[in-house]
């Protein structure tokens, strides 16, 4: 099952990553620029893929890229931004078909050059970004973030992160905020984009049927890189000393409570108890023979849904729940309860087996297309991990019933968070 990457530098800050499979009639090429999150520069990386998207130099709208990828056989150009922990990641992809399905020998070159188009030659005005296409992507960033709270169950998530982490880069919204956007003119986003392209680690990633000979000379005969000192990207902090749990309620015009609690896990991806932990998560929240789905919702009938889940990169585990208003005490005190469980033991064999077949199931599923497998690559070398999808399966099967109880009883609970209806305070 194990796919072989050719890892290779081709200057300072910048690798290509060859992965090579026959498994896809198409190839997928991702360049990956790799930030650190922090305030100062969080909404000027989310608004540039909306402002690149627009057009390039040679292609001056976005109906002329799109034109231009109809001619490469239907070829999907995709730009955007991603949080990966502490970090924050420009990512441009394109997938088109492999050369031996179609009638054009030099496709991936041609894909090439779009990459090279949209990244290193947007279409300017005066030396700097279109004013017309800043404005316009800065009022749709606008709405995106004010759009954020439409989604009640993955706003509850997000704003437990932001209490939780408050005190950290973890704690700040991909998409940036609203109050920076004035701030951003064409001259300062196009200035900081040139830092961006000059000073940031790059991760390039092919994923199909490809020669990585012909790849590395493909990508420096028709990509020149001006690179100057490249940034430093720290790993995430995880600890935390001396934890005040926080309990928060906030309140929104809403017909169902949200309630999130975050832990500290205290167990970094690198440790070997991270394997048992990601078990024992999915044994208390994975699904609906868990802990939490059987004890919470059908047994008690306290919440319409009920999981947990482990945030890796920053060494967190969630426990996110719908319930009614007033059943707010009883759904925490047996989600705590069903933790404590865990950290006791009380979990047997068979729960162990189908926990592993469940996350076994879905590391395969990592290498499905080629975009998850170029994800899962990115994932590798942010962690520094150089294991094998076989060698990850191999570990999750050797994790031990003590190997789960011990990662449990690493827990601290942080922070409960609570979105319930102005309303419910008349029924408390």
């Known amino acids: 099952m194990s796919l072989e990457r050719i890892r290779e530098k081709l200057m300072e800050g910048i690798y290509l990553n060859v992965i090579k499979t026959k498994k896809f009639k198409s190839n997928s090429i991702s360049f990956y620029f790799i930030r650190n999150l922090n305030e100062k520069e969080v909404t000027k990386n989310a608004l540039i893929p909306l402002v690149l998207k627009r057009g390039t130099s040679s292609y001056e709208n976005a109906m002329d890229i799109e034109k231009k990828l109809e001619e490469l056989y239907g070829s999907n150009l995709s730009i955007n931004v991603n949080k990966k922990g502490e970090k924050q990641v420009l990512r441009f992809t394109i997938e088109g078909p492999h050369k031996d399905f179609i009638n054009m020998k030099n496709i991936f070159t041609e894909q090439l050059k779009i990459l090279r188009e949209v990244i290193y030659n947007p279409i300017l005005e005066n030396g700097v970004f279109l004013d017309k296409y800043v404005k316009q992507e800065k009022n749709n960033l606008k709405k995106k973030i004010k759009g954020r709270i439409n989604n009640k169950k993955q706003y509850a998530v997000e704003r437990c992160i932001e209490k939780m982490c408050k005190e950290e880069k973890y704690s700040l919204y991909k998409y940036g905020y609203i109050e920076d956007l004035d701030n951003i003119s064409s001259k300062k986003l196009y200035k900081h984009y040139k830092t961006v392209l000059k000073r940031s680690p790059i991760e390039i990633n092919v994923v199909g049927n490809v020669d990585s000979t012909f790849v590395k000379n493909s990508i420096e005969e028709i990509f020149t890189f001006e690179r100057e000192e490249i940034i430093n990207i720290p790993r995430e902090e995880i600890s935390r000393e001396n934890i005040k749990v926080k309990n928060v309620k906030e309140e929104l015009d809403i017909n169902q409570g949200k309630l999130t609690i975050g832990y500290r896990t205290n167990i970094p991806y690198e440790d070997k108890l991270y394997e048992a ?44 729940s719908g319930i009614e208003f007033h059943k707010y005490e009883k759904s925490l005190d047996i989600i705590k309860k069903q933790v404590n469980q865990m950290k006791k033991g009380n979990f047997n064999n068979d729960n162990i087996t189908q926990a592993k077949n469940a996350i076994i199931t879905s590391v395969k599923s990592l290498i499905d297309d080629n975009y998850s ?56």
Not at 386 to 400: F, G, M, P, T
Request: aromatic share 12%; no cysteine; proline share 1%.
């Open 373 to 428: 497998i170029s994800e899962f690559y990115l994932t590798q070398t942010l962690t520094k991990d150089k294991r094998n999808i076989d060698e990850i399966i191999k570990d999750i099967e050797n994790v031990s019933k003590d190997d789960i109880i011990n990662a449990f009883n690493k827990i601290e609970l942080d922070t409960i968070y609570f979105l319930k209806n102005k309303e419910a305070n008349k029924e408390e």
């Open 277 to 320: 932990f990601l078990v024992g998560n999915n044994i208390l929240g994975g699904g609906p023979d868990s802990k939490l789905f059987i004890n919470v919702r059908e047994k008690e009938s306290l919440a319409y849904y009920v999981f947990s889940k482990l945030l890796k990169y920053k060494s967190l585990m969630l426990i996110t």
